[in-house]
């Protein structure tokens, strides 16, 4: 592994299934459980604003109390020792700067800021429960995340496509690869002729890009193939 220059790490909610947090697809998932059209899109804010801030601050007292896991760990070690290495994330839960990861791109935003709509004004807010859900008399703060419908960022997706034609290692760990346009990014890191792993105790849709799959959880599958790294 050492002698890869630009690594990219690419995850979803399977890396923080370690840390007690539920992925949204699997058994369990949070989606099987809430109806995102209720609580994660636009509409559903126009609609009933407190119910979706309700939703999202049980999130945020849930995420709190998880601590971030080996993988996270190993994946902030690999970084701090290989500086040109890249975190690219679906996730909006936080544990890779919990983990001390430097720079992470969140492909769908952060749990952990909130944005007004009106003001475009974006903050980091790490209460639990948010005191304030108004950012004015008739706006509320949004939690910064890219919902069902939204449009993700383009410096984001810039940064994110800026690596992935770069790295000469990818690593796509924990996500099932079904929600665009984040699945199609592994293509980008093949095309461009990247060694290729999924992590996944699970096949996914894009299972036959990989040069190796390894079907296993995050933490024993880093633990593998970054020894001494933790
Ligand atoms: N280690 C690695 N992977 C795991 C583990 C584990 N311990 N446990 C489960 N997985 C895998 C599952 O097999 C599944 O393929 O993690 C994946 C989780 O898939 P999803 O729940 O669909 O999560 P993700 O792919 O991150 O979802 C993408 O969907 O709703 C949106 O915005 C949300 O960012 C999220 C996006």
């Not at 998932?29 to 804010?45: I, L």
């Not at 996500?175 to 699970?202: F, H, K, L």
Request: with cysteine; charged share 25%.
């Amino acid at each position: 592994m050492k002698d890869f220059k630009r690594i990219v790490f690419f995850t979803g909610a399977g890396l923080s299934v370690e840390s007690g947090i539920p992925t949204y697809r699997g058994s369990g998932g949070v989606w099987k459980q809430y109806n995102y059209q209720e609580y994660a899109c636009e509409e559903a804010f126009i609609r009933d604003p407190e119910k979706v801030w309700d939703f999202h601050d049980q999130r945020r007292a849930m995420i709190a109390d998880c601590q971030p896991n080996i993988a996270h760990k190993i994946i902030a070690e690999v970084q701090r020792r290989h500086p040109r290495t890249t975190i690219i994330t679906q996730n909006i839960d936080g544990l890779h700067q919990r983990a001390s990861a430097r720079k992470v791109i969140e492909l769908h935003g952060s749990i952990w800021r909130l944005r007004c709509p009106e003001s475009g004004v974006i903050e980091d807010n790490f209460e639990v429960p948010l005191a304030e859900r108004r950012c004015g008399r008739n706006s509320w703060w949004r939690p910064d995340i890219v919902w069902f419908g939204d449009a993700l960022r383009e410096e984001t997706t810039d940064a994110a496509l800026r690596a992935l034609r770069q790295c000469d290692l990818f690593l796509c760990i924990g996500t099932s690869a079904v929600v665009y346009p984040a699945a199609r990014m592994p293509q980008i890191a093949v095309d461009n002729g990247a060694e290729t792993i999924e992590i996944n105790p699970e096949k996914t849709p894009i299972s036959p890009l990989f040069q190796r799959c390894m079907r296993s959880s995050a933490g024993p599958a880093l633990a593998e193939l970054f020894p001494g790294y933790i």
